[in-house]
């Protein structure tokens, strides 16, 4: 058995970090993350840095926030030569692997002919991930996106072209990873990633797991409710069941196997959250509000983590991933990392201090709509602040308002100036590229902009409208 433990990440995307039933959600049964917070720890202010996949994904495995880390953008990829989580635990005698969506590796002419050949049966994104570009990882049953939970496809190893998942997503991807594990043979510990896209959109899940009556579902004040919106919501339920099922296989083939039973350290976690509804938006994220930042994170070693169950209060994020992986491990985080170490919390220590504040951010969010915009801000036990582009404020007290329905950038200057400040000196301390000059420099901005555009989609998030956006009449 290696000295060292296997490492196990569960990385789901689009998983509201609220909806689990140790979170307090009365209406999802998530009994496996609950039995695996319960027994190790799960962070309730656990939040991601950029809420969107790929910079999300490029933080979680750099250590950096996406504006100063090799993964900067929507669709940018994975530096060839980047360090990550998978490149410094194989210089620490680490084999590893990787299931599932990656998306920090979309190179646009990399369709194998096969793809192109049969185009209209695969997805808008079937690209086949360079070698370099999967940031280290050896053994590959990967793919940069699907969207489609019952119509998906992984690439093998170095094969050229892709293979089909004959089932669906979740479920398939779980087979497959019990499957390598059952079979792994290597003196090597482990470095294994499991990535899902659900409970991602489009909404889909199995039949069996769809029992939700909408109009039974409890719902916050801030949701926009309709018979269709409670519709969505109760699949979106649906499928982080399923989700907390496989996890449940998972978690019982590894119970099951000797070299793993007693000697790994699993971690459950999203790339970032979900409106579920609130503000009228579903499938959406982007911005700065809880239910698209905060995320489920739940650390699981058994007898080297105590069973702390739900930790409140600590600010834990996405950046903090790897520093923390590591210093459970016993290794120093480099010089590089801008994360916080969090192994003392986990081990149980009760003084320790997390960060005041965490740095959020939305850094190259591709321009689909007038809606998306990019923007820097914070959180901290109180506060949430955001900056827009458009020199918009949003400031919400996350301690009398925790569904952020009140903006109080324009009625509390003093706060708001504050948190400004204190924006500004985490920019400081990243790499920032040019928000600070936004922030101290903007100009006034020129509008309305006369939007033309088809789309309709579910919540105007930013706080533009409508003073800046006006639609064309038809």
């Known amino acids: ?62 250590g950096r926030h996406a504006h100063a880390g090799p993964v900067q953008f929507f669709f940018d990829v994975f530096k060839a030569s980047a360090p990550s989580t998978a490149t410094m635990l194989r210089a620490a005698g680490y084999h590893t692997a990787y299931f599932g969506k990656w998306h ?9 002919a096969l793809v192109r050949e049969r185009r209209e049966e695969y997805t808008r994104w079937p690209h086949r991930t360079p070698e370099y570009h999967r940031a280290g990882f050896q ?30 997503q979740t479920d398939v991807l779980t087979d497959l990873a019990i499957k390598y594990l059952e079979a792994y043979d290597r003196e090597q510990p482990l470095f294994l990633v499991l990535s899902v ?22 719902t916050p004040p801030n949701f926009a409710d309709s018979a269709e919106m409670r519709a969505q919501l109760a699949t979106y339920y649906a499928m982080v069941e399923n989700l907390d099922w496989n996890i449940g296989r998972l978690v019982g ?5 000797p070299d793993f039973r007693d000697n790994r350290l699993t971690v459950y976690f999203s790339d970032h959250g979900d409106y579920m509804g609130a503000r009228g938006a579903i499938n959406r994220k982007e911005h700065p509000h809880e239910n698209s930042v ?34 459970l491990l016993g290794l120093e985080a480099p010089g590089h990392c801008q994360g916080r170490d969090f ?42 602040y955001a900056f827009y582009e458009t020199g918009h404020e949003l400031l919400f007290d996350l301690e009398d308002d925790p569904f952020e329905m009140a903006n109080l950038a324009e ?45 309709r989609r579910q919540g105007n998030l930013a706080p533009i409208w409508p003073e800046l956006v006006r639609r064309l009449e038809s």
């Open 1 to 62: 058995m290696p000295q060292q433990p296997h490492v196990i990440y569960i990385l789901s995307d689009e998983h509201f970090g609220g909806a689990m039933g140790h979170m307090g959600d009365a209406n999802v049964r998530t009994p496996n993350m609950d039995r695996m917070a319960a027994e190790g720890v799960s962070f309730e202010r656990a939040y991601a840095n950029c809420p969107v996949c790929t910079p999300s994904r490029g933080t979680i495995f750099s």
């Open 197 to 218: 896209e659900p409970p991602h959109f489009p909404l889909e899940a199995p039949e069996a797991f769809e029992r939700f009556d909408p109009d039974a579902l409890e």
């Open 294 to 327: 905060r995320i489920p994170t739940i650390f699981h070693w058994p007898e080297q983590i105590p069973a702390q169950g739900r930790r409140d209060g600590l600010l834990f994020s996405l950046v903090d991933m790897l520093p923390t992986t590591l210093g």
């Open 253 to 257: 083939a590894l119970d099951g196997l």
């Open 139 to 168: 053994d590959w049953y990967g793919f940069e996106i699907n969207n489609a939970p019952f119509k998906g496809f992984y690439y093998h190893q170095d094969e050229a072209n892709p293979r089909w998942m004959d089932g669906y």
């Open 104 to 112: 920090c590796g979309v190179v646009h002419d990399q369709e194998p």
């Open 343 to 384: 192994s003392d919390a986990l081990r149980g220590e009760q003084d320790f201090s997390g960060p005041e504040a965490v740095l959020l951010e939305m850094s190259g969010i591709p321009r689909w709509t007038l809606d998306s915009l990019d923007w820097r801000g914070l959180v901290t036990s109180r506060w949430k």
């Open 411 to 455: 009625v509390d200057a003093e706060t708001c100036a504050a948190m400004r400040g204190k924006l500004l000196e985490l920019l400081a301390g990243s790499r920032e590229p040019y928000f600070d000059v936004l922030i101290e420099n903007g100009a006034p901005l020129q509008g309305p902009a006369l939007d033309v555009g088809e789309s």
